[in-house]
């Protein structure tokens, strides 16, 4: 379900939240809402999945906040009780459409104590074949929230540019990993993302050895990125091998 709202006017009415990541996209995002939306009663959540971001993120996030000073309005939340790369033993690797648990597990059961039901993310149509279907303004049934994306329509060139003239740094992680290090493993990591990853050795131990440890994975969707993930280390075990011939 989807309106067809003028998202400055929507937001304008009510209480929200900003989701930000640290990336680039949802830095946008945050930005746009400080230009855009007359009043302040909104928040900012950022949530660490726990054993999966970078610290490097962690302490960007922070920064960026401190420089927009929004300082009283940010909330930094993760799981105390579970580590990201226990559940990736437990449950194995988290697949769209299957089982995504890590959504679920470290974003929405954290944000949701923290959250307004009105909430804004950074993603972009075109950032994948799925949100290309997205809309500005929709109702999300995983989290029973509504979700505004205000720069929905934007290029990855507009991102940078707007960020770019309002003087705030782009994340440090992007020249070290290619991603924004907020998730240091994400079965959609590019092959470039992946190895930039795994010549991390701290990284590298923490993701590989999670990954051998995977039982019988469920699907050739999540079989496949397990092979990739262990080819790039070059320890692909002999079972993966022979699967790949």
């Not at 989701?19 to 930005?31: V, Y």
Request: proline fraction near 4%; aromatic fraction near 10%.
């Amino acid at each position: 379900m989807h309106l067809d709202v003028d998202p400055v006017k929507f937001l304008s009415e009510r209480r929200f939240t900003v989701l930000f990541s640290g990336g680039k996209d949802s830095l946008a995002a945050l930005l746009w809402i400080c230009d855009n939306i007359p009043h302040r009663d909104w928040n900012v959540v950022y949530v660490e999945v726990t054993g999966n971001t970078h610290p490097a993120c962690n302490e960007y996030v922070h920064k960026v906040i401190s420089m927009l000073g929004l300082e009283e309005r940010f909330v930094h939340a993760k799981r105390e009780d579970l580590d990201f790369f226990e559940g990736v033993k437990k449950w194995g690797i988290p697949l769209i459409g299957q089982m995504r648990w890590c959504l679920y597990q470290f974003k929405i059961k954290v944000w949701d104590k923290h959250s307004h039901l009105t909430q804004v993310t950074g993603i972009k149509r075109s950032d994948s074949n799925r949100r290309s279907k997205a809309h500005l303004i929709e109702y999300m049934r995983l989290g029973k929230s509504v979700v505004v994306n205000p720069i929905l329509t934007w290029k990855t060139g507009d991102v940078l540019d707007y960020i770019r003239e309002h003087g705030i740094p782009i994340n440090p992680c992007y020249e070290m990993y290619r991603h924004s290090g907020n998730c240091m493993f994400c079965p959609y990591h590019s092959k470039r993302k992946i190895a930039l990853t795994l010549q991390d050795p701290y990284w590298r131990e923490k993701i590989i050895g999670a990954l051998r440890c995977v039982k019988a994975p469920r699907s050739e969707s999540m079989r496949r990125i397990l092979r990739l993930w262990l080819k790039h280390d070059g320890q692909m075990p002999l079972t993966a091998f022979m699967q790949e011939k």
